[in-house]
């Protein structure tokens, strides 16, 4: 079951909805071993109130405009290798990560996390994101045409199709690469 608010738009500012949602987003990264610390933030932040910084998010509650977006930082410190993951936000990273495989695969992992959550995808794909492609991701998704899976499930994240009792995508074997 998907949550709904209908009384309330996704995309207001409406302060205890998106309390509510982060609250349940931090609680599942807390579960799956992502860490987020709050602290304060510069307005030059890629999203709105977030960095990432080794294995961590960095949040600035005051500046966060989308609870979603987390599931998305989240999504690319899940689908990196563990032994990269510390490197992130130093100079010992590549400097061309996260590839557009990354991205895809982020993308892809935050779909599977806002179902897991029971949230709408809207909380992720917002219009305000994804190069104003929010519409079209849902889309795809919501029929089933998960782009990005093969790189999932060669990461060992999740299985494309049903077999010996392992549910495919959106279910996944496990949350971090």
């Not at 599942?28 to 977030?50: A, N, R």
Request: proline share 8%.
């Amino acid at each position: 079951m998907l949550v709904a608010y209908p009384e309330i738009s996704l995309f207001s500012h409406h302060k205890s909805l998106s309390r509510i949602m982060q609250q349940k987003i931090l609680h599942f990264l807390q579960q799956i071993g992502i860490p987020v610390i709050e602290t304060e933030l510069p307005d030059d932040c890629f999203l709105p109130g977030l960095a990432i910084e080794k294995n961590t998010i960095l949040m600035d509650p005051k500046r966060l405009k989308y609870p979603g977006d987390l599931l998305h930082e989240a999504g690319h410190l899940a689908v990196t290798e563990e032994k990269l993951r510390p490197l992130i936000g130093t100079a010992e990273m590549d400097p061309a990560w996260p590839t557009d495989g990354d991205e895809l695969a982020a993308i892809l992992w935050s779909y599977a996390a806002l179902r897991h959550l029971e949230l709408e995808p809207e909380v992720v794909f917002h219009p305000e994101g994804y190069k104003n492609e929010s519409g079209w991701l849902i889309e795809q998704f919501e029929n089933k045409n998960y782009i990005g899976l093969p790189l999932l499930e060669w990461m060992g994240l999740c299985a494309a199709s049903e077999k010996d009792g392992v549910l495919p995508f959106p279910q996944m074997l496990k949350w971090l690469r």
